[in-house]
């Protein structure tokens, strides 16, 4: 609150002509602040992780909630460039997980109520948009990628799916479903074993560090693809039949590796061979932060260019909201 109210009182003062954009995202497991400038430029970015107890495989969204209000404190007075309020014109945060009818989940309230009364208080125009739209905006950025149509693969714990993305007005994406998981997700596949290895919530770091120790010859899960609908729960029952049976870990940590980037890539291979009219494969989201996933992607997606967003900015963050706030303000005013 105290924040807040030194916001309004300097924004009386005066407005300089450069203007800034603030993004904010309370994602199941990371709070999240970021600012871009006018020309895109990232000003300033911090992200706290919320805490999962090495027993838990989650948590639940009333304790995802208090954590994500005590952060967002913390993050307000944590650097944030002294001149803010005179250049703040306008916000933008993650209301729902998808921009899909029925789409929510509680940790977004936080986000949205902190993004609402920042901008009511301060006089400035504010945006609502889905996590998933920031994943994306936060991928074409980072990929430097121009307008276009592009195949997006979003790649999370919460979500696993291939989409149709094209940004039909200056931070307004036009997003269609074309595939993606009928039951676990990449990232819950990846946790599901690595609690079975006895590695730490969220698993996908040590998992990965985990495979670089992999022999060459690995066992192979079998993948199940069936037109553009990947299927973890089987490849995922089956590595634990593995392990239980005494394989190794860092053989079995690469298989999953290799098995995620493998279905996904023949889901999107199916879509190409139908419709290759696409400017690319942008992949986003956490679990392509992963170096070797990222790798196999690429050697196994044929027909079209393959681009990611940097690893930082693969994972949950808020960088792609600022930059809908940045876009979509400039848009509305630029007459």
Known sequence: MEFLIALQVKHLKGNLKEKLFLGLDTSAYTTSMALVNQDESLVYEQKIPLAVNNNQLGL????????????????CLSGLPLSLPEKLAAVASADKPRNQENSYMPVFKVSEAFGLFTAQIMGLQYFSASHQEGHIMAGLWS????AGRYLVLHLSGGTTE??????HNPGELRIELLGGTTDLNAG????????????RFPAGPELEKLALNAERDIPRLSCSVKNTAVSFSGPASQAERLLATGACRENLARSVECCIADSIGSAINNIL??????DGVLAVGGVVANYYIRERLKTGIRLVPVYFAEPRHSADNAVGLALIAARRWQHLNRH
């Open 60 to 75: 639940r969204q009333s304790d995802a909630v208090f954590a994500h209000i005590k952060n967002m404190h913390n993050l």
């Open 143 to 146: 990929a430097q990628l121009a």
């Open 162 to 167: 291939i989409l149709a993305v094209a940004e």
């Open 188 to 199: 819950q596949f990846i946790d599901r074993i690595g609690k079975q290895l006895n590695l």
């Open 273 to 278: 061979k139908i419709d290759c009219c696409y």
